[in-house]
């Protein structure tokens, strides 16, 4: 299987690095290198060709307009790099990372006024088809007790796993439930081997840590050691191209399919969406170049999707994407709408994690819109939306997203 190349020369094009480093805490939570840290590693990956959106010191609403504005420039076939650099929470089997206008000594409080690191990697899932996710960001809670590390632990120790969907890659400064270094130089140990081998050009990225996980492991005596999770399917290259050696062509005999294309359609001509995906599985419609569920995928395609519908063939549609690429869908989740409003993506971002907070307390969505991204099958009739059980912390998350929703116009 050919590698994923992602090469260091002149155009950011399909490669995108959102870049966040947090130093400026308050009182005992003040870190150092952290904000050092993210300069340093964003100079890096401008130097092999990505297109770097990076910020320093944030609160967290600038933490998620950022966010928001980087996820909603990604699109398939795209790698998208996530550097965190301060500190992080597990709050049960959650990880959040922390804006530097972060407060509470609660669990409820530090999530209300944190950021979900697994909304931001579900983001970058639905929209790019290679997702690269790397933290240092294991230090301890200032806000609970003395520390001087880079993990968050009022609920539990350090991180917690995460699982990454097929083709994404995470990577964290030490192992679950252990706590990270600042380190007394320039820069964290472990950011200071991430710099030592980022620009390697030989290396896919599993070889790139493995060389960041012994220099840190020698560096910190043992005390610290990084780890990664990955579904990478094919090598991954953040620098150069690799060696000849390492690239395998396809058989001869079996030329791949071509990827149709066309003209990109003007905003009126969309008369479907793709509708009904369960939040709690993919959360993606495949675009296929044939009529099975064993064809060639093309492209992910995301709730709230566009399409035109080119033709039918039994239960899978001809369909054409907003961004012009032709192929097959399965019609079960697609449905026919009324055109939405251009550059909806951030909106509904937020449009859903807000509305997922009455899903969760049983909460009966009436709208087409809320039936289709919360399926009204285990919900109680009897609540209305003033009367859902909402915590205190919850409805002081909903009100921030609702704020940002605001800001950025959304209706």
Same mark, same amino acid.
């Given at each position: ?133 790397? $933290? ?27 699982? %990454? ?183 509904? %971002? ?39 059980? $909402? ?21």
């Amino acid at each position: 299987m050919a590698p994923i190349v992602v090469p260091s020369a002149g155009r950011a094009d399909g490669r995108v690095a959102l870049v966040i480093g947090n130093s400026s805490y308050p009182g005992d939570g003040y870190l150092p290198n952290a904000a050092q840290d993210a300069r340093d590693v964003s100079a890096a990956l401008r130097r092999i060709g990505f297109d770097v959106h990076d910020g320093y010191d944030l609160t967290r609403i600038e933490m998620l307009r950022l966010t928001a504005d980087v996820t909603a420039k990604l699109s398939e076939g795209d790698v998208a790099l996530f550097y965190f650099s301060g500190h992080g929470v597990q709050i049960g089997a959650e990880n959040f990372v922390i804006p530097v206008d972060a407060h509470g000594a609660t669990a409820d409080e530090m999530k209300a006024s944190s950021v979900s690191l697994q909304a931001i990697l579900k983001e970058m899932e639905l929209r790019a088809d290679t997702n690269i996710i790397i $933290l240092d960001a294991c230090r301890n809670n200032p806000f609970t007790a003395e520390a001087k590390g880079r993990s968050l632990g009022s609920a539990a120790r350090g991180l917690a796993k995460v699982d %990454a969907g097929i083709g994404s890659y995470i990577a964290f400064s030490t192992q679950p439930g252990n706590v990270a270094l600042d380190g007394a130089g320039r820069n964290s140990p472990f950011t200071s081997a991430l710099l030592r081998h980022i620009t390697s050009a030989n290396d896919d990225l599993h070889e790139l840590m493995r060389k960041v996980r012994g220099d840190v492991v020698r560096d910190t005596g043992g005390a610290q050691v990084p780890w990664e999770n990955s579904s990478l399917i094919e090598r991954v290259y953040l620098s150069a191209a690799p060696p000849a050696s390492a690239v395998q062509a396809p058989p001869a005999t079996v030329p791949p399919p071509p990827v149709q294309t066309a003209p990109a359609t003007r905003s009126g001509e969309f008369t479907h969406m793709v509708s009904g995906l369960d939040p709690n599985g993919d959360y993606f419609l495949a675009l296929r170049n044939g009529t099975t569920s064993g064809a060639q995928r093309i492209a992910k395609m995301s709730e709230g999707t566009r399409l035109v519908v080119l033709g039918a063939q039994g239960s899978w549609l001809n369909v054409r994407t907003e961004t012009g690429l032709t192929g097959w869908a399965h019609s079960n989740w697609i449905t026919a709408l009324q055109p939405r409003a251009a550059g909806a993506n951030q909106c509904d %971002a937020l449009w859903y994690q807000r509305n997922a907070f009455f899903a969760r307390h049983g909460y009966c969505f009436r709208s087409a819109r809320g039936q289709a991204a919360f399926p009204n099958a285990n919900c109680n009739p009897g609540l209305t939306a003033a009367n859902v059980p $909402l915590s205190p912390a919850e409805r002081a998350e909903i009100a921030q997203i609702k704020a940002l929703e605001t800001s950025l116009g959304c209706s």
